[in-house]
């Protein structure tokens, strides 16, 4: 299972950025998706959890700015991020908890990371 990001820029403060993550490979189904990120000198921390189509999870310090949500026939997870901040500055990665055949244990898979800097 390989997960793909894109979408991170360099923005400035109050600006907006859409992240996106494709999972492809032996997948039977994908409960959760969602994102992490870590910025520098910090541990990684979550971002925003989708589950389903529906149940949503975010962070404090984006709720209100950041938005999860999937395309569960493209296995496709996004993060509309609007309001940028400086301390939002980090490498954001996505996960899938992945089922990769029916019956069989559901494992996480990472992406590489995609670079989000915000400033001015």
């Known amino acids: 299972v390989q997960l793909v990001e894109s979408g991170g820029d360099l923005v400035q403060p109050g600006g907006s950025l859409r992240l996106s993550c494709a999972a492809s490979g032996r997948i039977f189904s994908i409960s959760t998706m969602g994102w992490w990120r870590q910025a520098p000198g910090k541990q990684r921390e979550l971002v925003a959890s989708?589950?389903?189509?529906?149940?949503?999870n975010y962070a404090d310090s984006v709720k209100g700015r950041f938005t999860i949500s999937r395309d569960i026939v493209k296995n496709t997870v996004y993060l509309q991020m609007n309001s940028l901040k400086p301390e939002d500055t980090a490498v954001y990665y996505c996960?899938?908890?992945?089922?990769?055949?029916?019956?069989?244990?559901?494992?996480?898979?990472w992406g590489q990371g995609t670079q989000v800097t915000v400033s001015s």
């Open positions: 996960y899938a908890a992945v089922r990769e055949y029916r019956g069989g244990n559901e494992n996480d898979y």
């Open positions: 989708i589950t389903g189509i529906y149940l949503t």
